[in-house]
């Protein structure tokens, strides 16, 4: 720094050093502006000056002159000379040279005029004072400086009544506690304050604190006090304030102690005016955190301990408890804990509305640990209330409701009220969140919250607001159910069993949809109640007081125990329900008391209710099966059963229940539809059983009145309510069509992909679910949707099927009552259109109205199928069966006349009731009245409707069967696509099946074969049976039922039969071309005949039913006993078929009893109910006449129905008087006939399943001798045979197949022994051959794989195509030599022979793959169908081929008769040789065929050797019938040649001589040796032929 003295000023001071320096000076003082600045150089000029004088450059003298003169410059020159001096006096002190150091003492000395002593003693050491003289001794000053400075700041005084006085706090006091409300302000005070401390020497921290005293005394003057504090603050230190807060808190942290609230209250106001902060108070406050973490732990132990007591069982005595008890007493009795100071303060804050503080304290302790003390629960209550106050006012009091108003509070810095929902987001809901279950202290601030919550939901729910609006809206609703979840449920459940808040809280939660409410139920029974200590031992206590509840529950204490769970329920439903849903799954037995109980529970409890249902269903844990897997679990069935009856009694929801169905079938589960059944049929009173009796089906085809009073087994009354609440459900959820379409699905699911790993029993009885299920739940939207919601809602049957996949039936049943409806709504709108009321114009209206519904639906219908199949039944036929019902094609007369009557009953024995009071007596009269009048309007409205329809449909008859290509196919479609399908559907459908049967064939409908139907339905039952379900069996059984009482009533009576089927189209046997005019009587079957078809039916129902009670297979015997027992009213009627399914029944109770009990109890119902049927069979010559009529003349009669399984022996040698006969002849004929029927009832004894019915043997014997006549008589009677055979049609001769099958298994049971023997010793080398060749394709037949159903179809109609081609060619030759002869006919009984040589082996071969089918699986419908098909085709056209028979010289007859008797004596002795032998064959085969049972005869044993399982017709194909079988072609090969008309006169005498079995067999015998030559030639080549076909049809 450069010099401001230079070194020439000093050299010329005098000459004008002095002067620049004063100049220097004098420009320093005046032109510096900045202090600073000018103080530093200043000092630099005057140190300059006086360091020179230290160095002896000037005089002290001198310098003090010019000092002299420089100080005059400014005020402050003194004390800048004293810094100087202060600088210089350090730095001499250190210097060595003396010189200087006196120098500087001088230069002081001379300047001591210019600055004080004072000034000087501040700055210079005191040596220095004491060599100046300013001091006398520098020790005592130094002394004297340190004892100053230790009492001015070391020293602390002590303001105790020597110094202060008194009289100070007494003026204060007085000062603070003057009356404020004048104009005293706290600055006025504060003055006064201020004089009063430092007049009375006050200590200003004791000011403070009375200040604090005086404001906790005074808590109403905040507005003064708090600016006082504030202001007094400036002078203190800002932690004071604290530090004598914290001081105050700790006086009374004492055990004993309890802080006052006013302290409390002052701290808070000073927290929310910011005076301190709460960190630094908080540390003051105790019990410390960890203390409070502590204190929440130990409370969630007590309280799992308390839950553990009480779930405990005590088995201790009385002793031990009450020691328990004093203990608990004794620890009560223990002392509370301290004050907890910070609680106090957190309530103190909430009274005064400082949320934000608050809110901080309580996230410092564990979660609800604040709130769980009443006064801070209730405190946070009373600032939510203040919040919520003008949003409430203005939108949540209920109309009518005053309320009291609640003022704000009056501090400013309080959370805002909220005016609208968005702001009660920002404050209200986090203090909720707060609060959490301790909202439960405050129910009128929860109605509050909950009634915001409703006005809320009814805003969010209105539509128009804008899209930034519903956002927000998203979020509100989001924080309301967060709300309920965590705040208002929990409360519930700690709150004192309070309906009202219940109740309360529906109103809210009905507005939410099902899945938030399921939710929070979920989240609420779940998880609150682990979430605080006081939840967990409510809900101890609550399944304490319910098991108490329930184990005293019974019907007879219903009402108190009811009223008891009621008053449980309103808080903790979730807890009680829970407990009594698995009380009801134990006990089935509790679920009518319960369901009666329940009766006290709030809208919200039933709701609960519900999803506690649901869960209780949905639980992953329980097994859906019972331990064997075939029955539901019990569990599962009592919660079903209680579903229904809970839902029904109470105004539950259901649309959570049937949301959960509906799931549960798309996830492919159909156990749970358990449930919708029960709902269904206890809601809208809709049952579905299978054991409905057949007056209560009558009921069921009535209207919807006597469906009510006589169609259901319980009298369900008052179902109009539940009802339309299950419809409701179903219509607002949108379920209605979904269920049934899932439902309809399901059933195949059940099969195909749920039944899997199941067992077959328990398959079955899932689809029987799903179907009754299906058919109850489309009843019940059939009777109860209107029109419109129905038409709305089922799509068109195309659509239906196609693009949703339901099966057909399901289809139809869906969009039935659609058609009903729309047909009725059409009607009545033409009706109202024109007033015309003539019968006539109501029909034609009706007719029309149908064709405008129905037309679309023909139209759909055609997408269904498969075009070929409109070449037999039009669209219009197959649309009318599927969419008629019962109730349009018969009135139920009895039935109506039935419930009448029981009203009328019922009405005399009101009557008669003397106790009964008269009003009551005239209401139950008044009821019964209107009852019986609905019935009978009811009536007479459907015998109208029944006889529209039966108008419409004779209308439309003549478009229904098309027949294009045969009247067998037409019916093959018919049952395949109408009737099984819909049989098996419904009861009422089985029996609707049977009726339009009937229906079909009274209206005369053309191309309708009313005897294939019912052939085709009788003839083979052992697939339909075999491929049923239980339910489905016992609807089949009904089916065939129905067709049996109309065909026994048929049978039972000529004039019934003449009437109702004599000249009708449907009982043609002669099938001729389409167009042909049936009116022909001699083409229709007679009476007598038709009843040997009724017998071969009869026949194939036992020979189906014995085959499969012998299989072994459960379905099979279950479902056949079903069967049997659903038909025992018309079958069996004859004794020997009776008595052998008695047998086979029986064999099965005994087989059965220890291993399938279930099939054991239906076989001993069965056995028990066949018993009592007993006295009611007959014989079978009096069920079909046996003793053939002697007639003259009868035209063509019919030798068998169109099986022809069965024929008859009386058919077989149908006896009559011949034209140009003798009385000789007839009486010949007669006798004969009567041995025949000897012959019979012997075979029919021995064997009641022979295998063709009506003991054949006795035309056995027939035939064999017109085999004789033929070999006699040659081929000169040839022409004369032909001559003699009516002209048949080739449909005609195509029944005569069924015939020749029953000769060939005849012949073949008779012949089976000498043909073992024959097969064992071959009597040529030919014959040898030929047995080879049979057994090689016997063989090649049964190692064949089963043939497919396709193939088993195209095989058929080849054989059809064939057949008719060879049949044509011979009824033209036999036609052409007719017209020759010139037509003289004479019936005479001809043995029921084909005269066409038609393939045998390829019908047996048929059987056979029958058999291994039968083995294998059962077939569809379909393939049964076909199958039948072909066999029915080809018998329906056989059988009625007459053969004419001329007269016999009698000379000729006895030659022929003593060749016969010579024969026949020596095939006796023959055969007397080879019994023994057989006998041994007879044990042999015994063993080896272990398949037959012991009743069936040997010879039935042997037939079916080979055979993999009984057949229909029991042909066979094994080495055995070879003989037999070339006998019979070889003799189709003679029979152009006449050896009939001999044959038959020889045979009459024979008769008489020979009427013994055993030489009937040795006349085979002999005959067989005689053909041996002949069979090489002809048989040979026949049998090759065959075996090629065979192998085709393979």
């Given at each position: 720094?450069?010099?401001?003295?230079p070194g020439e000023?000093?050299?010329?001071?005098?000459?004008?050093?002095k002067?620049?320096f004063?100049?220097?000076?004098?420009?320093?003082s005046?032109?510096?502006?900045?202090?600073?600045?000018?103080?530093?150089?200043?000092?630099?000029?005057?140190?300059?000056?006086?360091?020179?004088?230290?160095r002896?450059n000037?005089?002290?003298?001198?310098?003090?002159?010019?000092?002299?003169?420089?100080?005059?410059?400014?005020?402050?020159?003194?004390?800048?000379?004293?810094?100087?001096?202060?600088?210089?006096?350090?730095?001499?002190?250190?210097?060595?040279?003396?010189?200087?150091?006196?120098?500087?003492?001088?230069?002081?000395?001379?300047?001591?005029?210019?600055?004080?002593d004072?000034?000087?003693?501040?700055?210079?050491?005191?040596?220095?004072?004491?060599?100046?003289?300013?001091i006398?001794?520098?020790?005592?000053?130094?002394?004297?400086?340190?004892?100053?400075?230790?009492?001015?700041?070391?020293?602390?005084?002590?303001?105790n009544?020597?110094?202060?006085?008194?009289?100070?706090?007494?003026?204060?006091?007085?000062?603070?506690?003057?009356?404020?409300?004048?104009?005293?302000t706290?600055?006025?005070?504060?003055?006064?304050?201020?004089?009063?401390?430092?007049?009375?020497?006050?200590?200003?921290n004791?000011?403070?604190?009375?200040?604090?005293?005086?404001?906790?005394?005074r808590p109403?003057?905040?507005?003064?006090?708090?600016?006082l504090?504030?202001?007094?603050?400036?002078?203190?230190?800002?932690?004071?304030?604290?530090?004598?807060l914290g001081?105050?808190?700790?006086?009374?942290?004492d055990?004993?102690?309890?802080?006052?609230?006013?302290?409390?209250?002052?701290?808070?106001?000073?927290?929310?005016?910011?005076?301190?902060?709460?960190?630094?108070?908080y540390?003051?406050?105790l019990?410390?955190?960890?203390?409070?973490?502590e204190e929440?732990?130990?409370?969630?132990?007590?309280?799992?301990?308390?839950?553990?007591?009480?779930?405990?069982?005590?088995?201790?005595?009385?002793?031990?408890?009450?020691?328990?008890?004093?203990?608990?007493?004794?620890e009560?009795?223990?002392?509370?804990?301290?004050?907890?100071?910070k609680?106090?303060?957190?309530?103190?804050?909430l009274?005064?509305?400082?949320?934000?503080?608050?809110?901080?304290?309580m996230?410092?302790?564990?979660p609800?640990?604040?709130?769980?003390?009443?006064?801070?629960?209730?405190?946070?209550?009373?600032?939510?209330?203040?919040?919520?106050?003008?949003?409430y006012?203005?939108?949540g009091?209920?109309?009518?409701?005053?309320?009291?108003?609640?003022s704000?509070?009056?501090?400013?810095?309080?959370?805002?009220?909220?005016?609208?929902?968005?702001?009660?987001?920002k404050?209200?809901?986090?203090?909720?969140?707060?609060?959490?279950?301790?909202?439960?202290?405050?129910?009128?601030?929860?109605a509050?919250?909950?009634?915001l919550?409703?006005?809320?939901?009814?805003?969010?729910?209105?539509?128009?607001?804008?899209?930034?609006?519903?956002?927000?809206?998203?979020?509100?609703?989001?924080?309301?159910?967060?709300?309920?979840?965590?705040?208002?449920?929990?409360?519930?459940?700690?709150?004192?069993?309070?309906?009202?808040?219940?109740?309360?809280?529906w109103?809210?939660?009905?507005?939410?949809?099902?899945?938030?409410?399921?939710?929070?139920?979920?989240?609420?029974?779940?998880?609150t109640?682990?979430?605080?200590?006081?939840?967990?031992?409510?809900?101890?206590q609550t399944i304490?007081?319910?098991?108490?509840?329930?184990?005293?529950l019974?019907?007879?204490?219903?009402?108190?125990?009811?009223?008891?769970?009621?008053?449980?329920?309103?808080?903790?439903?979730?807890?009680?329900?829970?407990?009594?849903?698995?009380?009801?799954?134990?006990?089935?037995?509790?679920i009518?008391?319960?369901?009666?109980?329940?009766?006290?529970?709030?809208?919200?409890?039933?709701?609960?209710?519900?999803?506690?249902?649901?869960?209780?269903?949905?639980?992953?844990?329980k097994?859906?099966?019972?331990?064997?897997?075939?029955?539901?679990s019990?569990?599962?069935?009592?919660?079903a059963?209680?579903?229904?009856?809970?839902f029904?009694?109470?105004?539950?929801e259901?649309?959570?229940?049937?949301?959960?169905?509906?799931?549960q079938?798309?996830?492919?589960?159909?156990?749970?539809?358990l449930?919708?059944?029960?709902?269904v049929?206890?809601?809208?009173g809709?049952?579905?059983?299978?054991?409905?009796?057949?007056?209560?089906?009558?009921?069921?085809?009535?209207?919807?009145?006597?469906?009510?009073?006589?169609?259901?087994?319980?009298?369900?009354?008052?179902?109009?309510?539940?009802?339309?609440?299950?419809?409701?459900?179903?219509?607002?959820?949108?379920?209605?069509?979904?269920?049934?379409?899932?439902?309809?699905?399901?059933?195949?699911?059940?099969?195909?992909?749920?039944?899997?790993?199941?067992?077959?029993?328990?398959?079955g009885?899932?689809?029987?679910?799903?179907?009754?299920t299906?058919v109850?739940?489309?009843?019940?939207l059939?009777?109860?949707?209107?029109t419109?919601?129905?038409?709305?809602?089922?799509?068109?049957?195309?659509v239906?099927?196609?693009?949703?996949?339901?099966?057909?039936?399901?289809?139809?049943?869906?969009?039935?009552?659609?058609?009903?409806h729309?047909?009725s709504?059409?009607?009545d709108?033409?009706?109202?259109?024109?007033k015309?009321n003539?019968?006539?114009?109501k029909?034609?209206?009706?007719?029309?109205?149908?064709?405008?519904?129905?037309a679309?639906?023909?139209?759909?219908v055609?997408?269904?199928?498969?075009?070929?199949?409109?070449?037999?039944i039009?669209?219009?036929?197959?649309?009318?069966?599927?969419?008629?019902?019962?109730y349009?094609?018969?009135?139920?007369h009895?039935?109506?006349?039935?419930?009448?009557?029981?009203?009328?009953?019922?009405?005399?024995?009101?009557?008669?009731?003397?106790?009964?009071?008269p009003?009551?007596?005239?209401?139950?009269?008044?009821?019964?009245?209107?009852l019986?009048?609905?019935?009978?309007?009811?009536?007479?409205?459907?015998?109208?409707?029944?006889?529209r329809?039966?108008?419409?449909?004779?209308?439309?008859?003549?478009?229904?069967?098309?027949?294009?290509?045969?009247k067998?196919?037409?019916?093959?479609?018919?049952?395949?696509l109408?009737?099984?399908?819909?049989?098996?559907f419904?009861?009422?459908?089985?029996?609707?099946?049977?009726?339009?049967?009937?229906?079909?064939?009274?209206?005369?409908?053309?191309n309708?074969?009313t005897?294939?139907?019912?052939?085709?339905?009788?003839?083979?039952?052992?697939?339909?049976?075999?491929?049923?379900?239980?339910?489905?069996a016992s609807?089949y059984?009904?089916?065939?039922?129905?067709?049996?009482?109309?065909?026994?009533?048929?049978?039972?009576?000529?004039?019934?039969?003449?009437?109702?089927?004599?000249?009708?189209?449907?009982?043609?046997?002669?099938?001729?071309?389409?167009?042909?005019?049936?009116?022909n009587?001699?083409d229709?079957?007679?009476?007598?005949?038709?009843?040997?078809?009724?017998?071969?039916?009869?026949?194939k129902?036992?020979?189906?039913?014995?085959?499969?009670?012998?299989?072994?297979?459960?379905?099979?015997i279950?479902?056949?006993l079903?069967?049997?027992?659903?038909?025992?009213p018309?079958?069996?009627k004859?004794?020997?078929?009776?008595?052998?399914?008695e047998?086979?029944?029986?064999?099965?109770?005994?087989?059965?009893?220890e291993?399938?009990?279930?099939?054991y109890?239906?076989?001993?119902g069965?056995?028990?109910?066949?018993?009592?049927?007993?006295?009611?069979?007959?014989?079978?010559?009096?069920?079909?006449?046996?003793?053939?009529?002697?007639?003259?003349?009868?035209?063509a009669t019919?030798?068998?129905?169109?099986?022809?399984?069965?024929?008859?022996?009386?058919?077989?040698?149908?006896?009559?008087r011949?034209?140009?006969?003798?009385t000789?002849?007839?009486?010949?004929?007669?006798?004969k006939?009567?041995?025949?029927?000897?012959?019979?009832?012997?075979?029919?004894?021995?064997?009641?399943?022979?295998?063709?019915?009506?003991?054949?043997?006795?035309?056995?014997?027939?035939?064999?001798k017109?085999?004789?006549?033929?070999?006699?008589?040659?081929?000169?009677?040839d022409?004369?045979?032909?001559?003699?055979?009516?002209?048949?049609?080739?449909?005609?001769?195509?029944?005569?197949?069924?015939?020749k099958?029953?000769?060939?298994?005849?012949?073949?049971n008779?012949?089976?022994k000498?043909?073992?023997?024959k097969?064992?010793?071959?009597?040529?080398?030919?014959?040898?051959?030929?047995v080879k060749?049979?057994?090689?394709?016997?063989?090649?037949?049964?190692?064949?794989?089963?043939?497919?159903?396709?193939?088993?179809?195209?095989?058929?109609?080849?054989?059809?195509?064939?057949?008719?081609?060879?049949?044509?060619?011979?009824?033209k030759?036999?036609?052409?030599k007719?017209?020759?002869?010139?037509?003289?006919k004479?019936?005479?009984?001809g043995?029921?022979?084909?005269?066409?040589?038609?393939?045998e082996?390829?019908?047996?071969?048929?059987?056979?793959?029958?058999?291994?089918?039968d083995?294998h699986?059962?077939?569809?419908?379909?393939?049964?169908?076909?199958?039948?098909?072909?066999?029915?085709?080809?018998?329906?056209a056989?059988?009625y081929?007459?053969?004419?028979?001329?007269?016999?010289?009698?000379?000729?007859?006895?030659?022929?008769?003593?060749?016969?008797?010579?024969?026949s004596?020596?095939?006796?002795r023959e055969?007397?040789?080879?019994?023994?032998?057989?006998?041994?064959?007879?044990?042999?085969?015994?063993?080896?065929?272990?398949?037959e049972?012991?009743?069936d005869?040997?010879?039935?044993?042997?037939?079916?050797?080979?055979?993999?399982?009984?057949?229909?017709?029991?042909?066979?194909?094994?080495?055995?019938?070879?003989?037999?079988?070339?006998?019979k072609e070889?003799?189709?090969?003679?029979?152009?040649?006449?050896?009939?008309?001999?044959?038959?006169?020889?045979?009459?005498?024979?008769?008489?001589?020979?009427?013994?079995?055993?030489?009937?067999?040795?006349?085979?015998?002999?005959e067989?040796?005689?053909?041996?030559?002949?069979r090489?030639?002809?048989?040979?080549?026949?049998e090759?032929?065959?075996?090629?076909?065979?192998?085709?049809?393979?």
């Open positions: 720094m450069a010099a401001l003295l000023w000093i050299k010329n001071w005098e000459k004008g050093g002067s620049e004063v100049q220097l000076c004098r420009a320093l005046e032109n510096k502006n900045h202090d600073v600045g000018f103080r530093a150089d200043i000092q630099q000029a005057l140190y300059e000056l006086a360091y020179h004088v230290v002896g000037l005089k002290h003298d001198q310098a003090s002159n010019v000092l002299g003169d420089v100080i005059e410059f400014r005020e402050d020159m003194p004390s800048i000379l004293a810094d100087v001096f202060c600088i210089l006096d350090i730095e001499t002190s250190c210097l060595e040279e003396k010189n200087k150091r006196d120098h500087f003492t001088q230069l002081v000395l001379a300047c001591l005029y210019l600055v004080s004072t000034v000087l003693k501040e700055r210079l050491d005191p040596e220095t004072l004491e060599s100046l003289g300013l006398k001794q520098s020790q005592q000053f130094n002394q004297k400086s340190v004892k100053i400075k230790t009492k001015l700041f070391y020293k602390q005084q002590k303001f009544l020597l110094r202060e006085e008194n009289e100070g706090y007494a003026k204060l006091i007085a000062e603070l506690g003057q009356d404020l409300s004048g104009n005293m706290s600055d006025l005070i504060l003055e006064n304050i201020k004089s009063l401390i430092g007049c009375f020497n006050l200590d200003p004791r000011v403070l604190d009375i200040i604090l005293e005086v404001y906790e005394c109403e003057y905040d507005d003064f006090f708090v600016p504090i504030e202001s007094y603050m400036y002078m203190c230190e800002p932690q004071t304030l604290c530090h004598i001081f105050k808190f700790k006086f009374y942290q055990p004993s102690g309890e802080t006052p609230s006013s302290l409390y209250r002052v701290a808070a106001v000073l927290l929310q005016h910011n005076l301190i902060d709460l960190e630094d108070l540390v003051h406050l019990p410390g955190d960890n203390a409070i973490t929440h732990r130990r409370e969630i132990v007590e309280a799992k301990q308390i839950v553990r007591k009480l779930t405990m069982v005590v088995l201790s005595s009385e002793k031990t408890e009450e020691k328990e008890k004093e203990k608990e007493k004794e009560e009795k223990t002392e509370k804990p301290p004050d907890n100071q609680l106090g303060l957190l309530e103190a804050l009274k005064i509305g400082d949320w934000h503080h608050a809110q901080s304290i996230d410092q302790m564990p609800f640990y604040a709130t769980s003390h009443k006064p801070i629960a209730v405190a946070l209550c009373q600032l939510v209330h203040v919040t919520i106050e003008p949003l006012r203005r939108v009091v209920p109309k009518g409701a005053k309320g009291s108003p609640i704000s509070l009056p501090n400013k810095r309080a959370p805002k009220q909220a005016e609208s929902f968005e702001e009660l987001r404050e209200v809901f986090s203090m909720l969140c707060y609060l959490g279950p301790h909202l439960s202290h405050d129910p009128i601030l929860f509050k919250v909950v009634r919550g409703k006005a809320f939901m009814k805003e969010f729910q209105s539509d128009g607001s804008k899209q930034e609006d519903k956002e927000k809206m998203e979020t509100l609703f989001s924080c309301l159910l967060s709300i309920t979840d965590q705040v208002l449920l929990p409360s519930l459940s700690l709150m004192d069993c309070n309906a009202c808040m219940s109740e309360e809280l109103g809210m939660f009905k507005t939410f949809p099902y899945q938030y409410r399921y939710r929070l139920y979920g989240q609420w029974k779940n998880e109640y682990n979430s605080h200590p006081l939840l967990v031992k409510v809900k101890a304490d007081r319910a098991k108490y509840i329930m184990k005293r019974t019907k007879e204490n219903v009402k108190p125990s009811g009223r008891q769970i009621g008053k449980l329920s309103h808080s903790n439903p979730t807890i009680l329900f829970d407990y009594i849903l698995s009380q009801i799954q134990k006990y089935d037995n509790l009518t008391p319960v369901v009666d109980s329940l009766k006290y529970l709030t809208s919200l409890n039933y709701d609960v209710l519900a999803y506690c249902i649901i869960e209780a269903l949905a639980n992953p844990e097994e859906r099966m019972k331990h064997d897997d075939t029955t539901i019990s569990w599962l069935q009592s919660l059963s209680f579903c229904g009856a809970v029904r009694k109470y105004p539950i259901l649309a959570g229940l049937l949301q959960y169905v509906a799931n079938l798309k996830a492919g589960k159909s156990f749970d539809l449930i919708l059944k029960e709902v049929q206890k809601m809208a809709i049952e579905i059983t299978e054991e409905m009796t057949m007056e209560q089906l009558e009921a069921m085809t009535g209207g919807e009145q006597l469906k009510a009073e006589g169609g259901y087994f319980g009298q369900i009354r008052n179902t109009k309510k539940s009802s339309q609440r299950l419809k409701d459900a179903l219509l607002d959820h949108d379920l209605a069509l979904p269920l049934c379409l899932l439902m309809a699905q399901q059933r195949n699911g059940v099969i195909f992909q749920e039944g899997g790993e199941k067992h077959l029993k328990l398959v009885k899932l689809y029987d679910q799903c179907h009754d299906l109850q739940f489309g009843g019940f059939a009777s109860n949707l209107s419109e919601d129905y038409i709305k809602r089922v799509p068109s049957i195309d239906l099927c196609n693009e949703f996949h339901t099966p057909h039936d399901a289809a139809f049943f869906l969009s039935r009552p659609m058609y009903a729309h047909i709504s059409k009607y709108e033409l009706k109202k259109a024109e015309g003539k019968q006539q114009h029909v034609h209206k009706y007719i029309t109205s149908c064709e405008l519904v129905m679309p639906v023909h139209e759909a055609i997408s269904l199928h498969l075009p070929k199949v409109w070449d037999d039009s669209p219009q036929f197959y649309a009318t069966f599927w969419s008629l019902t019962m349009d094609l018969a009135v139920p009895s039935s109506y006349d039935r419930e009448v009557n029981k009203l009328k009953v019922q009405m005399k024995a009101i009557d008669d009731n003397q106790e009964m009071p009003n009551k007596k005239k209401k139950e009269k008044e009821r019964c009245t209107a019986q009048d609905k019935l009978l309007e009811e009536e007479k409205k459907q015998l109208e409707h029944v006889q329809v039966l108008q419409r449909l004779k209308l439309e008859k003549d478009n229904w069967l098309l027949a294009k290509s045969t067998n196919e037409t019916i093959t479609k018919f049952l395949q109408c009737i099984f399908p819909r049989c098996i419904s009861a009422i459908d089985a029996v609707y099946c049977a009726h339009f049967v009937e229906l079909v064939h009274q209206q005369k409908t053309p309708f074969s005897l294939l139907c019912y052939d085709r339905v009788f003839s083979d039952i052992i697939y339909t049976v075999a491929s049923c379900t239980e339910n489905e609807r059984g009904r089916f065939l039922c129905c067709m049996l009482e109309t065909v026994t009533r048929w049978h039972s009576d000529r004039v019934i039969y003449e009437k109702e089927c004599g000249n009708y189209p449907g009982f043609l046997t002669i099938l001729r071309a389409t167009g042909f005019d049936g009116g009587k001699a229709q079957l007679d009476y007598e005949n038709f009843r040997h078809v009724v017998h071969k039916w009869h026949y129902l036992t020979k189906a039913s014995v085959h499969c009670l012998e299989t072994g297979e459960y379905t099979h279950r479902n056949i079903i069967v049997l027992t659903k038909i025992l018309w079958y069996p004859v004794l020997n078929l009776g008595q052998a399914l047998r086979r029944v029986h064999k099965i109770c005994q087989e059965e009893k291993k399938r009990p279930d099939l109890a239906l076989a001993m069965y056995s028990g109910q066949l018993k009592s049927r007993k006295p009611f069979m007959i014989p079978e010559n009096e069920f079909h006449h046996k003793d053939p009529p002697a007639r003259n003349a009868v035209p019919v030798q068998n129905g169109p099986g022809g399984a069965g024929m008859p022996t009386s058919l077989t040698i149908n006896t009559v011949l034209e140009e006969g003798t000789e002849e007839t009486d010949k004929l007669k006798e006939s009567q041995g025949v029927v000897k012959v019979i009832n012997k075979t029919v004894n021995a064997t009641p399943k022979v295998t063709t019915s009506n003991g054949n043997s006795a035309s056995n014997s027939k035939i064999i017109e085999k004789d006549d033929k070999e006699k008589s040659g081929k000169e009677k022409k004369e045979k032909k001559d003699k055979t009516p002209a048949a049609t080739p449909e005609m001769k195509a029944l005569g197949k069924d015939g099958e029953k000769l060939k298994e005849e012949r073949a008779k012949e089976e000498p043909r073992e023997i097969e064992k010793t071959p009597k040529s080398d030919k014959e040898k051959e030929k060749k049979e057994e090689k394709a016997s063989k090649e037949e049964k190692s064949k794989t089963v043939v497919t159903i396709i193939e088993s179809k195209s095989t058929a109609e080849k054989e059809r195509e064939k057949e008719p081609s060879r049949e044509r060619d011979l009824s030759e036999m036609k052409s007719e017209n020759a002869k010139g037509g003289e004479v019936p005479v009984a043995s029921l022979k084909s005269p066409v040589p038609r393939s082996t390829s019908e047996s071969e048929r059987e056979q793959k029958r058999r291994k089918v083995t699986s059962s077939p569809s419908h379909s393939s049964t169908v076909k199958d039948n098909l072909n066999e029915l085709k080809d018998s329906s056989k059988h081929i007459n053969h004419t028979t001329p007269t016999l010289s009698k000379s000729k007859e006895r030659e022929v008769e003593k060749k016969d008797l010579d024969k004596r020596e095939r006796s055969r007397e040789k080879k019994d023994e032998k057989d006998r041994k064959d007879r044990k042999r085969d015994h063993s080896n065929n272990d398949r049972v012991p009743q005869s040997t010879k039935r044993r042997k037939e079916e050797n080979g055979t993999t399982g009984s057949s229909k017709h029991s042909k066979s194909e094994s080495p055995s019938d070879s003989p037999r079988l070339n006998e070889k003799e189709k090969s003679k029979s152009k040649s006449s050896g009939k008309e001999k044959g038959d006169s020889i045979k009459a005498e024979k008769m008489e001589k020979s009427s013994s079995g055993s030489k009937k067999e040795s006349r085979h015998d002999k067989k040796a005689e053909k041996k030559e002949k090489d030639s002809t048989g040979g080549k026949e090759k032929k065959h075996h090629k076909s065979s192998d085709k049809h393979r």
